[in-house]
């Protein structure tokens, strides 16, 4: 909104059957008139045993929501996933894959953090690669953002690391104060590989990131000197323009 972005932000109720199809519908109905569909953090859905994602997924997985969302990516949409969003993107195969699928044992994931809790700080992310609307002009640039989680540990095969490296699909990544990779605590706390704190599909439309960008205001964070404001949603609106 802050941007200038007409937000449309609907509840899914789940009392019972018939308010769930209906909220299914809703969403089905808005995702139909949008450019930009965005899975929000602060845990989703309660952040129940294993995090939300896999009540995001199951949604997705709705074969009315699946058609809407591939629609949606077939008109040139875009998708964002931050936290909570970022597990249901990686979960549901729209990360990296770019179309909702099963996933195999090959397929990366994010796992409970390495230090068995859930971990709220400040960290400092480098854009990797901005071949992205999302990042567009951000390349090698550091932001100093805010974590929150439990479970954004990525994980994958060294193939698959591999073949997202080649495919300047490793969007952003943790570093320490000298702008180096990071590979654990504390500036890679939940120990993700190869310092990956944010993904995108191939065609850079979909991005996922385990940062909260969006809780960074002026007049908040004083104590953080390097704390920035990572506007990846002025780059998403202004793709549109």
Not at 22 to 51: C, Y
Not at 85 to 103: C, M, N, T
Not at 171 to 191: C, E, R
């Amino acid at each position: 909104r802050k941007e200038g972005a007409d937000v449309h932000s609907l509840p899914l109720l789940n009392l019972n059957n018939e308010l769930l199809n209906k909220s299914i519908d809703n969403w089905v109905k808005e995702i139909q008139q949008s450019q930009i569909l965005v899975f929000s953090g602060g845990f989703s859905a309660g952040d129940e045993p294993d995090g939300s994602a896999k009540f995001i997924v199951n949604v997705l997985k709705n074969q009315k929501m699946k058609d809407a969302v591939h629609e949606l990516l077939a008109r040139d949409g875009m998708i964002l996933g931050i936290c909570n969003g970022f597990q249901a993107l990686v979960k549901s195969g729209l990360l990296p894959y770019g179309e909702i699928r099963d996933l195999d044992e090959n397929s990366p994931t994010l796992a409970h953090n390495a230090i068995g809790r859930h971990i709220s700080q400040m960290v400092n992310v480098k854009v990797a690669n901005d071949d992205s609307p999302w990042l567009k002009g951000t390349k090698g640039q550091l932001f100093t953002i805010p974590i929150s989680h439990g479970e954004g540990r990525f994980m994958a095969s060294e193939e698959v690391l591999t073949e997202l490296y080649k495919n300047g699909q490793i969007a952003t990544q943790y570093v320490d104060f000298d702008g180096n990779i990071a590979h654990g605590m504390p500036f890679n706390p939940n120990n993700s590989l190869f310092g990956i704190e944010g993904i995108t599909s191939q065609n850079g439309k979909i991005f996922g990131r385990m940062g909260h960008p969006e809780r960074f205001t002026e007049g908040l964070l004083k104590n953080i000197p390097t704390a920035n404001y990572h506007n990846i949603f002025r780059n998403g609106l202004e793709y549109f323009k």
